[in-house]
């Protein structure tokens, strides 16, 4: 089956950094997006690896590794309103998308 | 508006009740996406829209529910005799190119 691996939760402290890490398991690869979820809000789309590298924005950079099946989104000086949920998602060869089950990150002043 | 658009953005039903859900794309998006998201959960995908047609209905949770789209734009999704497990919010996704654009979702309530 298809699968994404991404913590349940992450805790970390206002002003650090903090990587959250997505494996995947899918038929064909499109390419890796990131999602950010607010709590009672709609998911608003983050950044997108198709290539292999970094891809950086602002605060926000995403990291793929298509040879390891891996990602991760790296935040930079947190802020509070970063607390949020954080979801990964694949395309496969059937250019439809799979979620991972979210990563829920909370921030502490 | 330039977003995507759901209604209703709330609805409380009692159980056995149709509910009807609307979805108003952004303008030229082809792709449109169903998704259910109960509380603190992730994404679970109900059906995919290319243009009119639905070559992905395989998350449809049962024959009570039911979705289309007309004219390219506008799609409705219809659970019938709801029952007190489809409470959830019901989020709607446009998408042209990728990227995806959500709604607001629609929280539904059955009692």
């Known amino acids: 089956g298809q699968s994404l691996e991404q913590p349940s939760e992450v805790t970390a402290v206002e002003g650090a950094i903090v990587q959250i890490n997505c494996t995947y398991q899918t038929s064909g690869f499109y390419g890796l997006s990131w999602y950010q979820q607010h709590d009672g809000g709609a998911p608003t789309f983050l950044s997108y690896n198709a290539l292999d590298g970094l891809e950086e924005t602002g605060r926000f950079s995403s990291f793929l590794s298509r040879s390891d099946s891996y990602g991760y989104l790296l935040l930079q000086e947190l802020q509070m309103k970063d607390s949020a949920s954080y979801f990964c998602a694949v395309r496969d060869s059937n250019y439809q998308l799979i979620w991972g089950a979210g990563t829920k990150l909370i921030i502490k002043p | 508006g330039a977003g995507v658009s759901q209604s209703p953005s709330n609805k409380v039903t009692e159980k056995g009740k149709d509910v009807e859900l609307r979805c108003d794309p952004i303008?030229?998006?082809?792709?449109l996406y169903w998704y259910r998201q109960s509380l603190g959960q992730g994404l679970e995908f109900l059906i995919y829209?290319?243009?009119?047609?639905?070559?992905?209905k395989s998350g449809l949770p049962s024959d009570r529910f039911s979705a289309e789209r007309t004219g390219g734009s506008v799609s409705t999704l219809t659970i019938q005799r709801t029952q007190q497990e489809d409470s959830a919010v019901y989020l709607c996704?446009?998408?042209?190119?990728?990227?995806?654009?959500f709604g607001e979702g629609s929280r539904l309530t059955v009692l």
């Open positions: 829209f290319q243009g009119n047609s639905a070559p992905d």
């Open positions: 303008s030229g998006h082809t792709a």
């Open positions: 996704a446009s998408s042209s190119r990728g990227e995806l654009f």
